[in-house]
């Protein structure tokens, strides 16, 4: 059976130091719990930081790290410089305020990146060192987004999983991060990424579409010759725990005495924190009772609000700003045996907790921003009476789950004060009518069948890798690099976008450079080897760039061809009356596609959209190929479409036509070894002999035996075959 390696920024244990000695007591949060049973079952081990242990002395350390092996938990110890720079600079400085859209609380200079990556690396240590072969590694949280790329690079096989808790921003939110790219990187590591919410799922894919020109496909990711799932699991809480714990009798009596006086009660319960929309609740509270008069008195307002982060800046100045705010509603309302919000700055007890949630009338969960937000489904779990109002914030995730909730926009204090109203007014019929389908969804798809859901998910992510779209190793490269190197006459058939350069914005602009144009000479100088560049270009392309070097060119996918030192000849086109209709299709694209453009050739079109938008000239295209795919119907043409590319080409116009004239010219027994990146190379790789070498060069699947990473990659095995 597969174990099961959980790796998460807190181990679920907390560490206390005291007059009987130190004690290591198992946390009760959303994550400790819900993992309790998997950690459990499947034998595994659950990486993270312990907690600071600096006060402790060396033999009490030593019985920690013992009950910690004990319970199967690796501690991950981290130093008070580690703790101040990567948690409480970068991850929560830097990615909380982001990744939640207060981007006004980014810091002038954005630091400590290199803390946090050096945490990351030591969390991912840990992993590869504990690893054993069929092993399941769950990553969680955004402290250790790159902890699934370095344990990729460590281990390729290894069935790796990440979930986020907070939610992920929209793409032009996400791309204000310095290092946006090598975040993502990170996260595409793994086999699974799961988020809260569709809307995050969304988000994750258009950012990796405009960051790192990865296309979505329904529910996955192309990545390195990968496959990356991405899914939406909604976390769950032990919702049977609270539901028992609510019917206990000493929450039953803590709840009566809340309720004692009679007035109606709200209550919100949150960590002392920006995203949690305290302050504009306050404010909604002050204008429902500012409008009515009658509820002076009858309605009170308990708000817990539980210390989070006291030692950052911000923090200070919202419990500054939340306790004023209090005291003038205070000073405003309040009567001699009346105050109309009774504010605890300070942790309760679960107990104390769901003894409020039984006694509420209305639960208020309005954050600004919020991944889940937990609190929404305990106290729906805490409520087997059935009644209760939630009022709850359509910028929670758990919004999508929760549509029975009275749901309100915290940022429109007016309108979330009428509902406020709504809740203390609303019919027992109705109360319980939402309670009962809120009580029946929160207890179904609780905490556990979340991650069960979720380990059942990553064990099928990762159960049948696609070896065609893995890289060649090292061996296998070297191996055809000496095989076209001891080879008496060798002919290089090269792709050039894509394969040779990187891909340019628009075509002209991705013109040589002096290195590339450099090895082509070196490779076209070296004895007995022909080199042939095949493009998609136009021959006049070609020849303004290559055209002075003894190359062999062919332009237009194998339309021109031009033998080393000889003229172009061309291909029969055949009936053209196609061409004007498609121009207009293309022209009209092209208008209402900002940043596209139309490349005209001889033999056909090509409509490019990398300088767009990318989701929307995706979108584009697809219609685009639709609509061109009816429109030549029985034609003699084929639409393609490639990177960033539609193309419309004459039937039997293809980079294999290079193959024939490249053998037809050729003098004795020639080795053809030929590099390409994308679908139009596929025409070329089938065209070759049997004893040929095909090398694909990117992550997209190909009928080539070997694979190489990248453009770099590529002219790094030309240049090793120049060196022969």
Same mark, same amino acid.
């Given at each position: 059976?597969?174990?099961?390696?959980?790796?998460?920024?807190?181990?679920?244990?907390?560490?206390?130091?005291?007059?009987?000695?130190?004690?290591?007591?198992?946390?009760?949060?959303?994550?400790?719990?819900?993992?309790?049973?998997?950690?459990?079952?499947?034998?595994?081990?659950?990486?993270?930081?312990?907690?600071?242990?600096?006060?402790?002395?060396?033999?009490?350390?030593?019985?920690?790290?013992?009950?910690?092996?004990?319970?199967?938990?690796?501690?991950?110890?981290?130093?008070?410089?580690?703790?101040?720079?990567?948690?409480?600079?970068? %991850?929560?400085?830097?990615l909380w305020p982001l990744f939640h859209y207060f981007v006004a609380r980014l810091p002038q200079e954005v630091r400590d990146f290199d803390a946090y990556e050096a945490v990351n690396e030591r969390f991912a240590a840990a992993v590869v060192e504990r690893y054993r072969p069929g092993d399941l590694v769950w990553v969680h949280d955004y402290q250790l987004m790159l902890v699934p790329g370095l344990v990729r690079e460590k281990i390729p096989d290894a069935r790796i999983g990440f979930f986020l808790h907070i939610p992920f921003p929209t793409s032009e939110i996400f791309r204000i991060l310095p290092q946006r790219e090598r975040i993502l990187e990170g996260l595409l590591g793994a086999d699974l990424v799961g988020f809260h919410a569709a809307p995050f799922v969304r988000h994750f894919a258009s950012a990796a579409l405009r960051l790192l020109s990865t296309p979505t496909e329904v529910d996955r990711i192309r990545w390195r010759g990968r496959s990356v799932r991405l899914g939406v699991f909604p976390m769950g809480i032990d919702a049977a725990a609270f539901s028992d714990l609510a019917a206990s009798a000493e929450v039953l009596d803590a709840a009566r005495?809340?309720?004692?006086?009679?007035?109606?009660?709200?209550?919100?319960?949150?960590?002392?924190?920006?995203?949690?929309?305290?302050?504009?609740?306050?404010?909604?509270?002050?204008?429902?009772?500012?409008?009515?008069?009658?509820?002076?008195?009858?309605?009170?307002?308990?708000? =817990?609000?539980?210390? %989070?982060?006291?030692?950052?800046?911000?923090?200070?100045?919202?419990?500054?700003?939340?306790?004023?705010?209090?005291?003038?509603?205070?000073?405003?309302?309040?009567?001699?045996?009346?105050?109309?919000?009774?504010?605890?700055?300070?942790?309760?007890?679960?107990?104390?907790?769901?003894?409020?949630?039984?006694?509420?009338?209305?639960?208020?969960?309005?954050?600004?921003?919020?991944?889940?937000?937990?609190?929404?489904?305990?106290?729906?779990?805490?409520?087997?009476?059935?009644?209760?109002?939630?009022?709850?914030?359509?910028?929670?995730?758990?919004?999508?789950?929760?549509?029975?909730?009275?749901?309100?926009?915290?940022?429109?204090?007016?309108?979330?004060?009428?509902?406020?109203?709504?809740?203390?007014?609303?019919?027992?019929?109705?109360?319980?009518?939402?309670?009962?389908?809120?009580?029946?969804?929160?207890?179904?798809?609780?905490?556990?069948?979340?991650?069960?859901?979720?380990?059942?998910?990553?064990?099928?992510?990762?159960?049948?890798?696609?070896?065609?779209?893995?890289?060649?190793?090292?061996?296998?490269?070297?191996?055809?690099?000496?095989?076209?190197?001891?080879?008496?006459?060798?002919?290089?058939?090269?792709?050039?976008?894509?394969?040779?350069?990187?891909?340019?914005?628009?075509?002209? =602009?991705?013109?040589?450079?002096?290195?590339?144009?450099?090895?082509?000479?070196?490779?076209?100088?070296? %004895?007995?080897?022909?080199?042939?560049?095949?493009?998609?270009?136009?021959?006049?392309?070609?020849?303004?760039?290559?055209?002075?070097?003894?190359?062999?060119?062919?332009?237009?996918?194998?339309?021109?061809?031009?033998?080393?030192?000889?003229?172009?000849?061309?291909?029969?086109?055949?009936?053209?009356?196609?061409?004007?209709?498609?121009?207009?299709?293309?022209?009209?694209?092209?208008?209402?596609?900002?940043?596209?453009?139309?490349?005209?050739?001889?033999?056909?079109?090509?409509?490019?959209?990398?300088?767009?938008?990318?989701?929307?000239?995706?979108?584009?295209?697809?219609?685009?190929?639709?609509?061109?795919?009816?429109?030549?119907?029985?034609?003699?043409?084929?639409?393609?479409?490639?990177?960033?590319?539609?193309?419309?080409?004459?039937?039997?116009?293809?980079?294999?036509?290079?193959?024939?004239?490249?053998?037809?010219?050729?003098?004795?027994?020639?080795?053809?070894?030929?590099?390409?990146?994308?679908?139009?190379?596929?025409?070329?790789?089938?065209?070759?002999?049997?004893?040929?070498?095909?090398?694909?060069?990117?992550?997209?699947?190909?009928?080539?035996?070997?694979?190489?990473?990248?453009?770099?990659?590529?002219?790094?095995?030309?240049?090793?075959?120049?060196?022969?």
């Open positions: 059976m597969a174990r099961l390696l959980v790796v998460s920024n807190r181990l679920p244990v907390t560490v206390r130091s005291g007059e009987g000695g130190v004690s290591v007591e198992r946390s009760t949060g959303g994550l400790a719990t819900g993992l309790a049973g998997p950690h459990e079952r499947l034998g595994g081990l659950w990486i993270g930081w312990p907690g600071p242990l600096d006060g402790l002395s060396a033999d009490e350390r030593a019985d920690v790290e013992r009950r910690l092996a004990d319970e199967r938990l690796v501690p991950v110890p981290l130093s008070a410089d580690e703790i101040a720079r990567y948690y409480e600079g970068y %991850s929560n400085a830097v005495g809340h309720r004692a006086g009679g007035s109606a009660l709200l209550v919100g319960i949150d960590r002392l924190d920006y995203t949690k929309g305290i302050t504009r609740r306050l404010a909604a509270f002050e204008e429902l009772l500012r409008r009515r008069p009658d509820l002076r008195g009858n309605v009170r307002l308990v708000q =817990v609000a539980v210390p %989070s982060r006291e030692n950052v800046g911000a923090y200070r100045e919202l419990r500054d700003e939340v306790e004023a705010m209090v005291g003038r509603l205070a000073g405003e309302f309040a009567t001699a045996s009346w105050s109309p919000v009774h504010y605890l700055h300070r942790g309760l007890s679960q107990a104390e907790v769901v003894a409020l949630y039984r006694a509420a009338d209305a639960v208020l969960v309005t954050p600004l921003r919020d991944g889940m937000n937990l609190v929404a489904k305990e106290f729906v779990a805490s409520r087997p009476d059935g009644d209760g109002v939630l009022v709850l914030s359509e910028f929670a995730g758990a919004a999508a789950e929760l549509s029975e909730a009275l749901l309100v926009n915290p940022y429109d204090v007016e309108r979330t004060a009428d509902t406020l109203e709504r809740a203390l007014a609303m019919p027992e019929d109705e109360r319980r009518a939402r309670m009962a389908v809120l009580r029946h969804r929160v207890l179904t798809y609780d905490v556990h069948w979340w991650a069960r859901s979720l380990i059942a998910r990553l064990e099928a992510a990762g159960s049948a890798p696609d070896p065609s779209a893995r890289l060649s190793p090292a061996a296998a490269v070297e191996d055809a690099v000496a095989r076209a190197r001891a080879a008496p006459r060798l002919a290089l058939l090269l792709d050039y976008d894509g394969t040779l350069v990187p891909f340019a914005p628009t075509p002209d =602009v991705a013109a040589p450079d002096a290195a590339l144009v450099a090895l082509l000479r070196r490779l076209s100088a070296r %004895s007995g080897t022909e080199v042939h560049l095949v493009s998609g270009r136009k021959r006049e392309t070609l020849e303004r760039w290559f055209g002075a070097l003894p190359l062999g060119l062919h332009a237009e996918h194998g339309f021109w061809s031009r033998p080393p030192g000889g003229g172009w000849k061309g291909a029969d086109v055949g009936p053209t009356s196609w061409r004007e209709p498609v121009r207009g299709i293309l022209r009209d694209f092209a208008e209402r596609t900002p940043g596209s453009l139309i490349e005209e050739k001889t033999a056909g079109f090509a409509w490019h959209y990398r300088a767009a938008d990318p989701e929307f000239g995706s979108a584009q295209a697809r219609e685009l190929v639709l609509h061109l795919s009816t429109f030549l119907t029985n034609v003699p043409v084929e639409v393609l479409q490639g990177d960033m590319v539609v193309e419309v080409r004459v039937h039997g116009v293809h980079k294999g036509r290079a193959v024939h004239e490249v053998l037809s010219g050729a003098v004795g027994p020639t080795l053809l070894l030929a590099l390409g990146d994308d679908r139009t190379d596929e025409d070329l790789f089938a065209a070759l002999p049997e004893d040929s070498i095909a090398v694909h060069v990117g992550p997209a699947l190909s009928r080539a035996p070997l694979r190489i990473r990248d453009v770099t990659a590529a002219r790094a095995l030309l240049a090793r075959i120049a060196e022969g």
